[in-house]
């Protein structure tokens, strides 16, 4: 055993303040530490309470305590040593003198090891706290931090003429404080997740500028100098969302590793200045994400994201899909080059892309679409609007097999939301007539389907919800009903135009409407005619009669030719310059007698009539069209 005294000298200076007994001299002090002293320990008691005997291995026999003979020397009992504090607390034991030779190796090693571990917590906090002080000491001098919000907010504040000419399609470049103020900013997002920016603008209150700065660097309009997009966005707009996942059993079997960025790109997006969104390549590959995801989701229900690893529930992909095309709606030229497929992100196929969002199951996020395609339908005379919708119309007749979903309980089935499919309706109504050769329709844009057959595909895949059915069949029968009416205003140029695209559409809504019935429910037999006209009757009603045509082309000719009125059976119903709102009782009265003046009086009524029959027929459209 070694003792207190020949302890290191950094151990004795750990305990100089506690006090030691002194020893008289030398001779003293080695009697008292020699080697057979220390080995023996203190005596055992024995039998006799008188008397003690040695301990073994002595030589001296029992002594009386009286000393009538010396016995071995015992080890005198000094002071024991002050314990620690923490261990005075553990064991609960008063404060002593300290005593070398009560010394205890064990109590010594659990001391030393609690102090070791003690510095170690201690060491590592304190360097947890350091390395927290440095980033936030680092991001409190960041350049996003040091920019004043009204520097990066002029930085991305164009001028009058500025967005006069960017809304215009043409080029505009920024000022060269406006791009270093951006490039600053983008410089120091460089590190940073989409994530760690969104909460960055958040804290410092410039997500609008950050969003607008990247509109502007965005777009290929806008001439920003060397400035490009932080990797950690571009990456985001120009490669696929998703990844195949690797094959293990109950794993998800495709991941969209940065799922979280895609929301926090678009919630960052959407503080951002609309305006600035005319075309940009920010809102062309939030399009293109947006459909992979939604590819994904119609491949599989087993999706996962790795930041952090989970696996996606529907609710949540939808969300953000939503999210992605609202923010994007706005752009009506990006919208425009996703349906035609031009300008498009590497990754982006059209048809596929285009096909997974409108057949996505959006439960209740329809309206993300139908903001996405609306203005379409607004915006009818504009040649944007054009080409959109007719890109559209085609993907969906050229298409329409891909919009049936096999269930294994009910058969075949309509892949498009109900909701969605009226949207699509809703959208392409004014353009339905141009479809079938009208060029009456402002827009240049669009061509004509290729025949009755084609048109009808078209239709069955909207028809087959049926308030998306009910939507075209009575935008059919007033595009009749119109081009009835032009006919008799105009009866002479041409003669047969008018009356051919009045039986392009007819067909079409009968044969669509049988179609859709056939296709998607679940019916093993061709659906009759009869079934078929109750059905188209049921959406217009009395229009379903055929006759309005008549009706139509009367009113009409009220114009062209006042002298109608006179026609004796015809006075008690029309009166000259006035559009009447004639009885469906008048009908029949009316067309016999409007047919037999016609005819009478050199109007071509059996041409267009020839026109109508003309335009039933199957086969191959002609180039025909009406005014």
Known sequence: MVSRIDAPAADRSRNSDVHVAPVSDETDVARHLSAPALEAGPPVPSADPGTTEPPVGTAAGPTTTSGAAPGPLRTPRLPRPAAPRILRRLRREPTDAYNPLDYDPRIDSRE?????????????????VLMGLAIVGARSTSPLDRLDLSDLRAATTLTTEQGRDLRAGLPITLAADQTEHIALAFQDMAALSVEQIAAVGDRTGTTPAIADAIQLVGHPMVDTGDTRLPATIDDLLTASATVPAVPAPGLPSIDIPRFDDYG???????????????????DRGLIAGAASIALAAAATTELGSDTPYRRL????????????????????????DAVVGTNMPAFYERDASMLALLSHDWADRHDSMRNLIGWVGGDYRTPLAGQTANALAHLIADRHDAFVRFRPDAGPTAALDPRVARSVAETLRPYLSALAGDRRTPTSDI????????????????????????VLNNALIDATESLAGDFGTNPYTPVTANGTIIGRLTTAMYRGTQLAAER??????????????????????????????????????????????????????????QRN????????????AMQRWARANGVPFDQFTAGIVDGRQPGLWSSTGGR
Do not use: C, K
Request: aromatic fraction near 6%; charge should be negative.
């Open 112 to 128: 030393r090891e609690r102090v070791r571990i003690r510095r170690i917590a201690i060491v590592t906090v304190s360097a947890l």
């Open 264 to 282: 926090a790109l678009a919630a960052i997006l959407a503080r951002g200045t609309t305006g600035l969104r005319t075309g940009t390549d920010v």
């Open 313 to 336: 529930l529907p609710a949540e992909v939808t969300g953000t899909i939503g999210a992605m095309l609202d923010v994007t709606s706005d752009d009506l030229t990006a919208v425009h």
């Open 447 to 470: 061509v004509m389907f290729t025949g009755s057959e084609q048109y009808a595909n078209f239709l069955a895949v909207l028809g087959a919800q049926p308030d998306a059915r009910r």
């Open 520 to 577: 998607y429910d679940g019916r093993d037999e061709p659906v009759s005619f009869d079934d078929v006209a109750a059905l188209v009757e049921s959406d217009i009603g009395q229009r379903a009669s055929g006759r309005t045509a008549d009706l139509f082309i009367a009113q009409g000719l009220l114009y062209s030719r006042p002298e109608l009125a006179l026609e004796p059976t015809l006075a008690a119903h029309l009166r000259p310059g």
């Open 581 to 592: 709102q004639l009885s469906w009782e008048q009908v029949d009265v009316i067309g016999f």
